[in-house]
């Protein structure tokens, strides 16, 4: 019998859901909780950044200001992250720790990808960051044929 092809949305959130579980057990084996990955992450990935900057990228993973504040402070007292003018960054300790992380999750990550193709996970990667980097408001008033903002 053969399955049915998957709405977008949907395919989206099974393959979500699949890719999660070795990212999960990872940052628990690492003992790092999702946010403070993705905050490392953003900072190894961008330098240093504008602290609204990452507080705006924390707010669309469901942190509110408060869980933002505490989970910042909980990165900069284990001496990962600093916040000089503004602007966080990793410190030596959290540039180590993110390319330790990073390196496992690349490593988990590239197994699990061998089992694709190639040049359809590009052809995939490179949607979703189109995706990722088009404004939201601009997703929404097309959703709603509304005009853009």
């Known amino acids: 019998m053969n399955a049915p092809t998957l709405p977008f949305g949907t395919a989206m959130a ?10 999960i057990q990872i940052l628990t084996e690492e003992d790092l909780e999702p946010g403070a990955w993705f905050t490392l992450n953003a900072l190894g990935l961008r330098g240093a950044t ?7 990228l924390l707010s669309t993973n469901g942190y509110d200001d408060a ?8 990165l900069a007292a284990g001496g990962l992250i600093e916040d000089g003018d503004e ?12 390319a330790s992380v990073s390196d496992r999750i690349g490593t988990a990550t590239r197994r ?13 990667r490179a949607v979703l960051q ?6 939201p408001a601009t997703i929404a008033a097309i959703a709603f044929d509304q005009a853009p903002a």
Do not use: C, H
């Open 67 to 74: 869980s933002v504040d505490a989970l910042l402070a909980r």
């Open 50 to 56: 504008p602290t609204t900057t990452v507080k705006a």
């Open 130 to 135: 189109q995706i990722a980097e088009t404004d």
């Open 112 to 124: 699990v990808f061998s089992l694709f193709d190639a040049a359809q996970v590009e052809t995939a």
């Open 87 to 98: 602007l966080l960054r990793l410190t030596a300790a959290g540039v180590e720790r993110y």
């Open 14 to 23: 099974l393959a979500e859901r699949n890719l999660r579980g070795p990212l």
